[in-house]
């Protein structure tokens, strides 16, 4: 079983860049392939990236594509995403996930942290 820790989340303005944080203890985190995904108020959880087992590839929704990016340390067994030219509609409570396949599907991931929430003012 692997346990997952998101943090990073808060309050910024519109255009502005925040780091996500998500720490992984238990089985192998190598072994996973992360994903990131996102629910706003009153809407379904939507996919917002994943990164393979190796770090080596990575895939992520259209409405991000070039303002985030995610990496990850398997030494210190942690995924990141990085937000970028952030804008109102990225509001939302965001959740890391980890699955042994590389996938966009939320059905595909085993397990979730307990979500960070990103607030995003204008």
């Known amino acids: 079983q692997v346990q997952l820790v998101e943090s990073g989340g808060g309050l910024v303005q519109t255009g502005g860049s925040l780091r996500l944080s998500c720490a992984g203890s238990g089985r192998s985190f190598s072994s996973y392939a992360m994903g990131w995904f996102r629910q706003a108020p009153g809407k379904e959880r939507e996919f917002v990236g994943t990164i393979r087992r190796s770090g080596a590839g990575t895939y992520y929704a259209d409405s991000v594509k070039g303002r985030f990016t995610i990496s990850r340390d398997n030494v210190k067994s942690t995924v990141y995403l990085q937000m970028n030219s952030l804008k109102s509609e990225d509001t939302a409570v965001y959740y890391c996930?980890?699955?042994?396949?590389?996938?966009?599907?939320?059905?595909?991931?085993?397990?979730w942290g307990q979500g960070t929430k990103v607030t995003v003012s204008s």
């Open positions: 996930a980890a699955a042994t396949m590389y996938s966009s599907s939320p059905g595909s991931y085993d397990y």
